[in-house]
């Protein structure tokens, strides 16, 4: 009894002698969080730049007006990629579900943040809700788009030919319909490689995680039905890539464009003429991928379009097989062929990659070993998936449905597993030297053109390593990423639109421009920090992690593309697929 009284007195004196916090201190540039919060069993850390003579932190309740947590900045300093002294605030041990911030005693204060157990179930959302956004071919109504309603733009029923495109049955100038789809980025076109990457990706969430997206209203005009919202919202690109292949012969064109880029106007006010262009082998192995994947995706739900789907898989892989070299070459073509096309090319001379993805989807839909012949001498190597990089979105598969696939040689998959893992773990090499204690700020050289996509693939290769192994190492690693992105970088952003204090306002997005008089639309992820800065914008540093600039001119790290939107969709969906 006597060592109870003395710890109730100890506790009632540091009561006593707990700090005067000022809650008026106006929010710091020096603070970066996670904006959006965390879950109560995650890791929670905020990096405090210079401020070299702060020592103390205090977690604010902003709800109960009281200190929470009381704790001291790590002694050691870290360098940022610009020079700039880190050092390092660690919550971890506080857990309790509420509103905070925090608070660097006498110098500032974050930006608000909250720990709920479900943190991010309504970014989640939103990142799926940004593709319904994109839709080509609709109106969108009030009820589900809200202050973002919009006439319908593009109904794509008058699609023209191009020289580049012609073929027996389809003459140069012939017009044909191909309506649907998602807009791929900042612009009003539609781009067979980019959607591929894109549904492959929102195809492999749902298969990692069926009960809940089961459970998940997206408020899309499908919502109700017997079919999950996320498959819902990939049908109406998969219905605008199946008119892409030519019923004669089953080569998909590369892109449905316009000449050239529309102006910064409403969909509806650009109506410029629209062709598909020239088919190719990587946008038609993309598309036998991404076919073959629906087709057992959706065999619940649509056996009769489950087989159509498998039929136009087929069909084009065997056009690649016959047309191997057919590679897009936009250049080339506008020497040719009238009118020159100048939209995003989506060229790539390396299709083994290509390859490896179409023949890993068909095979675990049909396990025709046929399939297995183009897997079984493939480079196994690590790469992280991009558009132009899409042979682990079939690994992925392959391991996903592993149990399923016995035919396979046990030596071939561990091989698999064993780059997955390798790979993993050395996106979490050096994070303790990094200023920022994240897998994306390992290296300069993951600051490209779409950084963010990076930062997201990364997480999803952890997800992947936790998947297989059940490590908290990975599971942490892709929430340390999640920070990076939602605030613990280099530019205090939030880099998702309409989540966090700091958010970008200006994207490089036509929907969000042609209305300036509405906020941009929310849950879209932006480029990101870019130090090749294409554009030529106003940059405020030109160090890697921090060359970003939130200007509509800034395509090169402020744009919006479905291809960065789908991994980050990814990540922040599983995490809460997990956390359930």
């Known amino acids: 009894m006597k060592n109870i009284l003395v710890y109730v007195l100890l506790l009632t004196q540091c009561a006593c002698k707990a700090p005067e916090v000022d809650t008026d201190l106006p929010v710091h540039e020096s603070i970066r969080l996670n904006q959006l919060g965390f879950y109560p069993d995650q890791q929670k850390l905020a990096v405090v730049l210079d401020s070299e003579n702060a020592t103390d932190f205090v977690i604010w309740d902003m709800d109960k007006k009281d200190i929470v947590f009381e704790g001291e900045l790590t002694k050691d300093i870290t360098k940022t990629i610009s020079g700039r002294n880190s050092r390092i605030a660690d919550f971890s041990q506080f857990s309790q579900t509420g509103n905070y911030i925090f608070i660097l005693t006498g110098v500032g204060k974050s930006h608000p943040f909250q720990i709920h157990s479900d943190i991010n179930h309504d ?96 408020n899309i005009p499908e919502s109700g039905d017997q079919v999950p919202d996320l498959l819902d919202e990939i049908r109406w690109n998969l219905d605008w890539m199946i008119t892409m292949q030519d019923p004669a012969d089953g080569g998909v064109y590369h892109k449905l464009t316009t000449a050239k880029f529309e102006g910064m106007v409403e969909p509806h006010l650009a109506v410029s003429q629209r062709y598909v262009v020239a088919k190719s082998t990587t946008a038609t192995l993309d598309f036998a991928a991404v076919m073959a994947q629906a087709s057992r995706v959706y065999k619940a739900y649509f056996p009769e379009e489950s087989v159509t789907f498998l039929k136009a898989a087929e069909k084009a892989w065997n056009w690649a097989k016959k047309n191997p070299d057919a590679l897009y070459k936009q250049n080339e073509l506008n020497q040719t062929f009238d009118p020159d096309v100048v939209t995003g090319a989506y060229g790539d001379n390396n299709t083994s990659d290509e390859w490896i993805w179409a023949a890993s989807e068909l095979f675990v839909t049909t396990h025709n070993l046929s399939y297995w012949e183009e897997l079984e001498e493939a480079d196994q190597t690590y790469k992280l998936p991009s558009w132009n990089q899409v042979a682990w979105l079939g690994y992925y598969t392959l391991l996903r449905h592993q149990e399923n696939i016995s035919l396979l040689p046990k030596e071939w998959m561990s091989t698999l597993e064993i780059n997955l893992l390798s790979a993993a773990r050395a996106q979490l090499e050096g994070i303790g030297n990094t200023a920022f204690r994240t897998p994306m700020e390992t290296s300069p050289k993951n600051f490209i053109w779409g950084s963010n996509a990076v930062a997201a693939n990364q997480g999803i290769l952890l997800l992947y390593a936790y998947r297989q192994t059940k490590e908290q190492i990975f599971l942490s690693g892709a929430l340390h990423n999640l920070d990076y992105i939602l605030g613990r970088n280099a530019t205090g952003f939030s880099y998702i639109t309409g989540f966090g204090s700091k958010s970008p306002l200006h994207p490089h997005h036509r929907l969000a421009e042609s209305r300036p008089d509405l906020p941009p639309l929310p849950g879209f992820i932006v480029g990101g920090p870019n130090p090749s800065q294409q554009d030529g914008c106003n940059y405020p540093s030109s160090f890697a992690d921090e060359s970003y600039t939130d200007e509509t001119c800034s395509y090169a790290s402020n744009e919006i593309a479905i291809n960065w939107n789908a991994p980050f969709a990814y990540l922040t969906n599983s995490l809460e697929a997990i956390h359930k």
């Open 123 to 218: 970014l989640g959302k939103a990142s799926i809700k940004a593709f319904y956004y994109q839709r080509a071919g609709m109106e969108l109504e009030e009820a589900h788009a809200g202050t973002w309603a919009r006439p319908l733009g593009h109904p794509d029923d008058q699609v023209m030919i191009h020289p580049s495109a012609t073929s027996p049955g389809r003459n140069t100038n012939t017009l044909i319909t191909s309506p649907k789809g998602w807009y791929d980025a900042g612009d009003y076109n539609k781009y067979i490689v980019n959607s591929g990457i894109t549904v492959g990706t929102l195809l492999s969430l749902f298969e990692d995680h069926p009960d809940y997206f089961k459970k998940l209203d997206l």
